[in-house]
Nanobody, 127 residues
Framework: QAQLVESGGGLVQAGGSLRLSCAAS????????MGWFRQAPGKEREFVAA????????DYAGSVKGRFTISRDNAKNMVYLQMNSLKPEDTAVYYC????????????????????WGQGTQVTVSS
């Protein structure tokens, strides 16, 4: 099972940017799709973005498409989420997650497909 550690969260004004990072260890990182999810207070966890094991395909939630970009560096065992044009409704704890299955060919948005989760990093966007 992978160990995942997120960083890069913080407080930012609306319209600003943040870059989240997720450091992976404990298993072969490069063979697994990675995803970002978020959970706001009083709400269920929701999908944000995902990327296939080789970076060849990505997918985004409609609410962040065009503003957020997921990327990965397999040489460094890192996955990133660049967040631009942030809105107050983006405020949440953001979690990095690793897919259960080796080299899944298609991006999945289902949280049930991800077997390893980080501890989360808080993102707060002020209006």
């Amino acid at each position: 099972q992978a160990q995942l550690v997120e960083s890069g969260g913080g407080l930012v004004q609306a319209g600003g940017s943040l870059r989240l990072s997720c450091a992976a260890s404990g298993r072969t990182f490069s063979g697994y799709a990675m995803g970002w999810f978020r959970q706001a207070p009083g709400k269920e966890r929701e999908f944000v973005a995902a990327i296939t094991w080789n970076g060849g395909s990505t997918d985004y939630a409609g609410s962040v498409k065009g503003r957020f970009t997921i990327s990965r560096d397999n040489a460094k065992n890192m996955v990133y989420l660049q967040m631009n044009s942030l809105k107050p409704e983006d405020t949440a704890v953001y979690y990095c997650a690793a897919d259960l299955f080796w080299r899944r060919p298609l991006v999945t948005k289902s949280g049930a497909a991800f077997g390893s989760w980080g501890q989360g990093t808080q993102v707060t966007v002020s209006s």
